[in-house]
């Protein structure tokens, strides 16, 4: 099973946690590298020193609502919204740098846009992998936004989103989004996971001590969201100058400003994050530094141990500050850290901050040649149906409209392509023929033209149906040396010239060329 825990904040706090922050930071420091992304918003908006840009462009489809709360924050102040039922999915698709790791956030604030008491149930996909189901329901009720996070490396050149309705989806309402964040990474930060397999879906990123909201950019270079944490333990406060470059993951200074303790020769308990969470694997990154003024004596050694089971051992923490990580933790239930102080450790333990992931499978992908294939075709029609963006095949029952997909290798292929009667227009790509796993192409009563574009490479065809189009040019040759083809459709297009005498003596083939084609017999 996997989990996904949403982050609740108030949409008035989140207003006014902006408003009043320092606004000559705010200039100083430079945009976080990425795309922000304002659903529905119909121009560029400047919010605190982040450009946030319109959707268009990056989405097919869809319709813009308005949301009218008073004092709402402007990136909640519309969204987009999905009502085609037919779609399979609705994807945004944004262009990266191939190998690079970002961080994806969506945002979701309801606003009772389409007249229901009740935000809808949708999924959420990312790159073809199911990424999480988006209800809101309980963060709306209380008057709360809610965004989802995750951290991915890319695959290819685009990174993709998409919406798309579940079992729980009801018909009158539509999957929506208010907001679509990717902020780019260095390359060092989270490095021990391989994301090349995994991804890592934020769980809880806290800074301990700290009672007011969250801190992200300016404060953190790449915009990730810090919220407060405390318990009964004491707090204590940092006296030196924190350097992001002297920690691995770069938590900002202003998230390790506190710190939870405990007297001398104690043991310090937190019970972090404040939730139960499910049987599973986890990423877990814990930020230590000792809060006195720097001196020979700021030093402290205790052992850290995360439900009863040695995390590390002998950490020495200064004023410079230290990171520990483990990077496939099993945890379940409630989650306890233990910091044991050594016998002669001046100073009780101190921890700062913290980060859980969830390890996330990737899972299959797509055959790179069929998606370039695909998105190629896509791109000759002039009306593709809706939901052909995103990843052609993945995940299987949100494949594009007309596809079907076999697992071929370990790679989802296309196995079948059937858009008989959608009025496509357009022509049909030459990369129809880079499809080697393809067995039907059915593409009969649309308005395609231009020539039948080479397929002799297809050698799985069976069917080939391009009846009641537009085509012209002659019938190729290549036809007949398919050697599992059993059907060839092409009446009432424009096709003229000779039929190819190894078509006409190929046996075992329906043939299907008269009515309207201007042929030699």
Not at 368 to 375: C, G, L, Q, S, W
Request: proline share 7%; net charge neutral.
């Amino acid at each position: 099973m996997k989990a996904v825990f949403t982050f609740a904040v108030p949409f008035l706090l989140i207003f006014f946690f902006f408003f009043f922050a320092d606004f000559s930071f705010a200039i100083a420091a430079p945009p976080p590298r990425g795309y922000y992304i304002n659903c529905g918003a119909p121009t560029e908006e400047n919010i605190e020193g982040i450009p946030w840009i319109p959707d268009e462009g990056f989405v097919n489809g869809g319709n813009v609502s308005q949301i009218d709360s008073p004092g709402i924050m402007p990136l909640l102040s519309t969204l987009r919204y999905f009502p085609d039922t037919k779609s399979r999915k609705n994807c945004f698709v944004i262009r990266v740098s191939k190998g690079s790791k970002y961080i994806v956030r969506t945002t979701y604030y309801y606003g009772g846009f389409d007249g229901r008491n009740e935000p809808p149930v949708f999924d959420q996909i990312i790159d073809g992998m199911r990424w999480s189901t988006v209800d809101t329901l309980e963060n709306y009720a209380a008057g709360l936004t809610s965004y989802y996070e995750i951290m991915v490396a890319a695959q290819r050149k685009t990174i993709s989103v998409c919406l798309a309705r579940n079992a729980n989806t009801a018909t009158a309402s539509s999957p929506f989004i208010s907001g679509l964040e990717l902020v780019s990474l260095e390359n060092s930060m989270y490095n021990s996971t391989n994301f090349s397999k995994y991804a890592l879906s934020t769980i809880a990123r806290h800074r301990f001590g700290h009672e007011d909201s969250l801190i992200s950019y300016p404060d953190d270079p790449f915009n990730r969201y810090w919220q407060s944490f405390t318990d009964a333990n004491p707090v204590v406060e940092c006296h030196s100058n924190i350097s992001s470059p002297d920690f691995w993951n770069f938590p900002p200074p202003a998230a390790l400003m506190k710190g939870l303790t405990t007297s001398r020769g104690k043991e310090l308990l937190i019970n972090w994050p404040p939730f139960d969470l499910p049987n599973t694997s986890y990423y877990i990154a814990l930020y230590f530094q000792d809060n006195r003024t720097p001196s020979p004596f700021s030093w402290r050694v205790f052992d850290v141990a995360v439900n009863g089971r040695a995390f590390y051992s002998g950490l020495n923490i200064s004023t410079e500050g230290v990171m520990v990580y483990g990077s496939q933790w099993p945890l379940a239930g409630k989650t306890t850290i233990t910091l044991t102080p050594a016998f002669d450790s001046p100073v009780g333990p101190v921890i700062n901050a913290g980060e859980l992931f969830q390890i996330v499978p990737i899972g299959g992908r797509t055959l790179t040649r069929d998606v370039i294939a695909m998105e190629n075709i896509a791109r000759s029609f002039a009306n593709p149906p809706q939901d052909w963006k995103g990843d052609p095949c993945l995940p299987k029952q949100n494949s594009w409209t007309g596809l079907t997909c076999d697992i071929y290798g370990g790679f989802a292929r296309v196995a079948t392509l059937n858009l008989t009667n959608f009025g496509i227009s357009g022509v049909l790509s030459d990369s129809i023929g880079n499809l080697t796993a393809i067995t039907d192409i059915w593409l009969s009563g649309n308005k395609l033209a231009g020539k039948i574009p080479q397929m002799g490479n297809l050698k799985e065809l069976a069917s080939l149906h391009l009846a009641d189009n537009e085509f012209t040019g002659s019938i190729p040759s290549f036809l007949a040396n398919l050697p599992n083809i059993k059907e060839i459709f092409l009446q009432n297009n424009k096709l003229s010239g000779p039929i190819p005498e190894s078509l006409k003596n190929r046996s075992g083939i329906d043939l299907r060329i008269s009515s309207a084609n201007q042929l030699e017999m």
